[in-house]
């Protein structure tokens, strides 16, 4: 891909992740990190409410069935690796439910918030003792 048509995609995609943690916030959402990256993959939104920590995927497509689409087997067992290593730097986070979410945004259209889109086929390791966020 070029230079100028990847600036843009990354630009849509940063305007997403902004559009889709506002909505999180309105919901009673908080932030916790924005676009984590690990050398397995990387967390669009990792956000927390109450006893849950949401590991978020920020989806833009024309439609948002093609947004639900778009999020493929691979991509998830990506975000499921990254989340391990989140975990293992936040300690502090293990009590949390951990839950994969998704929040799908479309033209025209109020983002949709996919609570528990997908769940992962193994556990995600405890985190380890002693590491400080």
Not at 10 to 28: H, M, P, Q, V
Not at 44 to 58: P, S
Not at 90 to 109: C, E, I, T
Request: one cysteine or more; hydrophobic letters at 45%; a positive charge.
């Amino acid at each position: 891909m070029a230079r100028e048509p990847r600036r843009r995609a990354y630009g849509r995609g940063r305007r997403a992740e902004t559009l889709a943690a506002c909505w999180l916030r309105l919901k009673g959402y908080r932030i916790l990190a924005r676009g984590f990256r690990a050398p397995a993959g990387e967390i669009d939104l990792i956000a927390r409410r109450r006893g849950v920590l949401a590991l978020v995927e920020v989806k833009e497509r024309p439609s948002l069935g093609d947004a639900h689409a778009a999020i493929q087997p691979r991509q998830r067992r990506r975000i499921e690796r990254a989340a391990e290593v989140f975990l293992q730097r936040n300690p502090a986070l293990a009590g949390l439910d951990v839950r994969f979410d998704a929040v799908l945004l479309a033209p025209r259209r109020l983002p949709h918030h996919v609570e528990d889109a997908w769940r992962v086929e193994h556990a995600l390791p405890p985190a380890r003792a002693g590491r400080k966020i």
